[in-house]
């Protein structure tokens, strides 16, 4: 999908999975830039300013028109193949594979000032060699073995099931990092408008242990069957260290309001039968 910035602006990104939860939060950000007004559905200038623009990751040169002539590219888009045994010939391989014609589309626009490529923290957590006195910063980096173990799951499920009373598959996190999707999209957006910026940014509001976890929703969603506590589990343990990103002067919105958004969010889709807040 390409955005258009303000008239007057001579400047065009592209963003890959348009369809997706990030990537639409993206565009909605992007087309919202320097305005005030956000509480409408429809963003205004939205029909003006956004081209669809059909692609397939798995087809080299599928990008090259959808990037010609824009200033930057916010890849987020992934294959999505369904796996049903092992994720590495199915979810990782192809995701490198459209990763890698994406920036072969992108090698071909010499007006192409920025690439934004955006992966989840597992990039840098899943890994043996944890040390509890060093936190995980932008030059860490993931096992590929481990990051390819065929027991991931879905993370956003799992935190419904949680919020339902069910543990078994929530348990395997032990600890992990949070942070509001909105916050997600405005860093894209503030880095790639960095222009002697370069490398990684790691974007987490906070990290919790499953217990530390469930000890805070049970207390703020008193309605909701939360369970108080897990059962015992040997995994590492981690910090995150984003001082990068915030040296840039983003200033991330509260893990209670993350939470609240999120709660809220299930209830008008139906997942929750009422609302706890």
């Given at each position: 999908?390409?955005?258009?910035s303000?008239?007057?602006?001579e400047k065009?990104v592209?963003v890959?999975?348009?369809?997706?939860?990030?990537?639409?939060?993206?565009?909605?950000r992007?087309?919202?830039?320097?305005k005030?007004?956000?509480s409408?559905?429809?963003?205004?200038?939205?029909?003006e300013?956004l081209?669809l623009?059909k692609?397939d990751?798995?087809?080299e040169?599928?990008?090259d028109?959808?990037?010609?002539g824009?200033s930057?590219?916010?890849h987020m888009?992934?294959?999505?193949?369904?796996?049903s045994?092992d994720?590495?010939?199915?979810?990782?391989e192809p995701?490198i594979?459209g990763?890698?014609?994406?920036?072969?589309?992108?090698?071909?626009?010499?007006?192409?000032?920025?690439?934004?490529?955006?992966?989840s923290?597992?990039t840098?957590r899943?890994?043996?060699?944890?040390?509890?006195?060093?936190?995980?910063?932008e030059?860490s980096w993931?096992s590929?073995?481990?990051?390819?173990h065929?027991?991931?799951?879905?993370t956003?499920s799992?935190?419904?099931?949680?919020l339902?009373?069910?543990t078994?598959?929530?348990?395997?996190?032990r600890?992990m990092?949070y942070v509001?999707?909105?916050?997600?999209?405005?860093?894209?957006?503030l880095?790639?408008?960095?222009?002697?910026d370069?490398g990684r940014?790691?974007?987490?509001?906070?990290?919790?242990?499953?217990d530390?976890?469930?000890s805070f929703?049970?207390?703020?969603?008193?309605?909701?069957?939360?369970?108080?506590?897990?059962?015992?589990?040997?995994r590492p343990?981690y910090?995150?260290?984003?001082?990068m990103v915030?040296?840039?002067?983003?200033e991330?919105?509260?893990?209670?309001?993350?939470?609240?958004?999120?709660?809220?969010?299930?209830v008008?889709q139906?997942?929750?039968s009422s609302?706890?807040?």
């Open positions: 999908m390409n955005v258009d303000e008239p007057g602006i065009k592209c890959t999975g348009a369809a997706g939860y990030l990537a639409s939060l993206l565009i909605k992007l087309l919202l830039s320097g005030r007004e956000e409408c559905s429809f963003v205004e200038g939205a029909k300013r081209q623009v692609a990751l798995m087809d040169g599928s990008f028109n959808a990037v010609m824009c930057g590219m916010f888009g992934s294959p999505v193949l369904n796996p045994f994720p590495k010939p199915e979810t990782v995701a594979q990763s890698l014609n994406v920036l072969r589309s992108c090698k071909k626009n010499p007006h192409l000032r920025r690439v934004m490529l955006t992966s923290s597992s840098v899943v890994r043996e060699d944890l040390d509890l006195n060093v936190p995980l910063d030059t993931s590929v073995e481990l990051s390819c065929p027991s991931l799951c879905s956003a799992d935190f419904l099931g949680l339902k009373g069910e078994k598959k929530f348990q395997w996190h600890r990092g509001h999707i909105d916050d997600v999209a405005l860093c894209h957006i880095v790639s408008e960095k222009d002697d370069q940014y790691l974007c987490s509001t906070a990290l919790m242990d499953n530390e976890l469930v929703l049970s207390a703020r969603y008193t309605l909701l069957p939360i369970p108080t506590r897990f059962e015992p589990m040997n343990c910090e995150f260290d984003t001082s915030r040296s840039l002067g983003f991330f919105k509260p893990i209670e309001q993350m939470f609240d958004n999120c709660v809220t969010s299930l008008n139906g997942y929750i609302s706890p807040i």
